[in-house]
């Protein structure tokens, strides 16, 4: 990446958790390479810890996990970090109407390379997150 895309990113930080470790470290280097600051955590309750001692600037979410799914783990950030846009991953259908309206947004993984920095750059604004440009 040209260094003067990366000097523009103010390095929001992201939160991603997924209880599939190879998804984790696919976002993480995705995201990082686009300058963002990411936070990994493959379950609901380390994702609340980091939450609580971290700033987080946006929240990138499995739905379908063990002991916490994306539903109870969005209800605690919403608590934690209300300013932090949510975004949730399924792999399908199944996901419940209240969990959706925790939520900012919704990508199914098949789609996540191409919707991902769209989205934070939706829902955060590019005031704070700068998207690079596409062209550089």
Same mark, same amino acid.
């Given at each position: 990446?040209?260094?003067?895309?990366?000097?523009e990113?103010?390095?929001?930080?992201?939160?991603?958790?997924d209880?599939?470790?190879?998804v984790?470290?696919c976002?993480?280097?995705?995201?990082?390479?686009?300058?963002?600051?990411?936070?990994t955590?493959p379950?609901?309750?380390?994702?609340?810890e980091?939450?609580?001692?971290?700033?987080?600037?946006?929240?990138i +979410?499995?739905?379908?996990?063990? !002991?916490?799914?994306?539903?109870?783990?969005?209800?605690?950030l919403? =608590? *934690?970090r209300p &300013?932090?846009?949510?975004?949730?991953?399924t792999?399908? +259908?199944?996901?419940?109407?209240? !969990?959706?309206s925790?939520?900012?947004?919704?990508?199914?993984?098949? =789609? *996540?390379?191409? &919707?991902?920095?769209?989205?934070?750059a939706?829902?955060?604004?590019?005031?704070?997150?700068a998207?690079?440009?596409?062209?550089?």
């Amino acid at each position: 990446m040209p260094q003067s895309v990366c000097s523009e990113l103010p390095g929001g930080v992201v939160l991603c958790i997924d209880d599939n470790r190879d998804v984790l470290e696919c976002e993480r280097a995705f995201l990082e390479s686009f300058g963002y600051t990411v936070l990994t955590a493959p379950s609901g309750s380390e994702a609340l810890e980091l939450a609580s001692t971290h700033s987080v600037d946006v929240v990138i +979410l499995d739905y379908f996990m063990p !002991a916490m799914n994306g539903q109870e783990v969005a209800l605690e950030l919403r =608590r *934690l970090r209300p &300013q932090a846009p949510i975004i949730l991953l399924t792999e399908g +259908l199944g996901v419940p109407e209240q !969990a959706l309206s925790l939520v900012d947004a919704l990508i199914a993984k098949d =789609r *996540l390379a191409s &919707q991902l920095l769209p989205t934070i750059a939706h829902l955060y604004g590019s005031a704070r997150i700068a998207l690079p440009s596409y062209d550089a």
